[in-house]
Each structure stands twice: as C-alpha cells, then as structure tokens.
C-alpha cells in the first residue's frame, strides 16, 4: 500500500463526503417520497372521516361494484353520499370519484357507525350476497329506525327477505331490466319519453320532486293556479303525509306544508316552483 500524499488525502476525504452527500440526500428524498405520501394519504383519509362524522341527512351506499356505481353516479349531484366498500383494490376508483368513501365491511356494525348510520337518511344496499344484504338491512334498522332501506335482489327468495328484513324498497335488477326490455318492445314511446323526463337527464323538460317546505309561499295555493302561473308545468302526482300518492290530482286540491309534489315542466317553470317551495 502506497502511502497519499496530500493532494491524494484531499481527493480520498471530498470523495467520502460526496458519496456519503449524496446517500444522504437519495435517503432523505425516498423518505420525504415514501413517509410524506403515507402522511398526506392518512391525513386526507382522517380529514375525511371527521367531515364524514357530522353528517346529516346524506346517503350510505354499500357495495361500489357496477350496481353500485350506477347509483353513486346518479345521486353525487343532488345528496352527499358515504360509499362503503370492502374491497381495497376500488380504493384508487373511489378517491377519484370525489366521493366520501369508508374501506371496510358493512357487515361491521363499527364501519356503519362510522358511515354516520344513525344521522343518514337513506342507505341502499347493493352487495352481490342475498344473505348479507339482508343483514345488512337488519342492522341499518335496528340502528336508525327512520332510515329508509332500498336494497338490491338476487333473487326471489331474496327480495322476500329483504323486505321481512324492513327494506323499503326491494329490487331484482335482472327483473328490472327484463321489465324495461319488454316495454321498450310493447310501448317504445312511453320507455322513450320516461327516459326522456327522468329527472336530471332533460336539459329542457324534465320530472321532478318538489317537497312544500313550513314557510313555502304556496301553501294555501291551490294546484290550479300554481299551473296557470307557471308556463309549461304540470302537477302529476301529489304525495301527502302517509296517504297513497295521487296521480293528477285535482286542480282545486290546495297546497300544505311538507307535500310531495311530482312535477313535469320546463326546467325554468321547475325552478322557479323549488324556489317558491323552499321559501
């Protein structure tokens, strides 16, 4: 071994401190990378959870898979929506879609209680299993008694259950779909103009539902004169308390406080009635 002269021990000890520089700074920049993602991931995830806690009134949906997401798609707009869902792998899908989402079961009573299950107003259950959709709706009701329950069917014995379960409102897709096939062959125009008013879909003329709020100005109205003064509406359906829902009801049937009001109109005629509703 050659001893260095000085010029080698210069170049020997800036060589060290280069090398150890720079795995220092590659270690503290996969840290920042690593660590900091984790961080900013847990506390998003964290940030989200506590908004999700002072819910009220919003809509916890179980299941994120093609029924599912059909149903987040077309609520996100009009109610805020809690999806639970069991599989991690969605994770990526659902942080995209911008909605509040729990990972986890909704077999455990603990991920529904964090879904805000006792202060939500609907949830719809929409697994792939009969079994545990039933479940699943035993335990919504028994937690929230007001809670309205719209669940998803396999099959027959399926939607029995469901509904011996306490679901409000339980369906086959199959027979649903089966149901628009055959009108659409039997009365394509009427499939054609439901689809046409469903509401969000027309930019035009659309269907909607209009509840008369406590200090609406049109209580005391009667369905007569909110027609006339309102060009190109229709009243098609009023819903009043637990009464059966009329369809066209009479013009001289006069307006209360908290009525359902199914409307058909032009979208500007629809929100100047939402508006005259809600104040």
Known sequence: VKPLDTAGRLFTIGLI????????????????????????????????NRKIQHLEGHVILCGYGRFGRIVAEELKT?????????????????????????????????VL?????????DIVVATASDPDNVFISLTARGRNSAIRIHARAET???????????????????????YRIAAAIARPSVVDFLTLVMPG??????????????????IGTTIGVIERANLRLRIVGLKRGADPIAIIP??????????????????????????????
């Open 78 to 110: 009009s109610h805020t929506v809690v999806v639970i869902e069991a599989n991690p792998a969605l994770e990526p899908e659902l942080l995209r879609s911008g909605l509040f989402y729990i990972i986890g079961s909704a077999l455990d009573e603990g």
């Open 201 to 218: 879909r027309g930019d035009d003329v659309s269907l909607e539902e209009v509840k008369v709020q406590p200090r609406s100005s049109l």
């Open 250 to 279: 009479d013009e001289q049937t006069v307006i209360e406080a908290e009525d359902l009001i199914v409307v058909i109109g032009a979208r500007g005629s629809l929100d100047r009635l939402a508006e005259s509703a809600a104040s």
């Open 156 to 178: 027959e014995a399926g939607l029995r259950h469901l509904k011996l379960a306490g679901a409000d409102g339980a369906i086959s897709s199959y027979q649903f779909s089966a």
């Open 113 to 121: 209680e964090s879904a805000g299950i006792r202060s939500a107003s």
């Open 17 to 48: 401190f280069t090398g150890v520089g720079t795995a220092y700074y590659v270690f503290a920049a996969v840290t920042e990378v690593v660590v900091g993602g984790q961080l900013r991931e847990f506390m998003g995830k964290s940030a989200m």
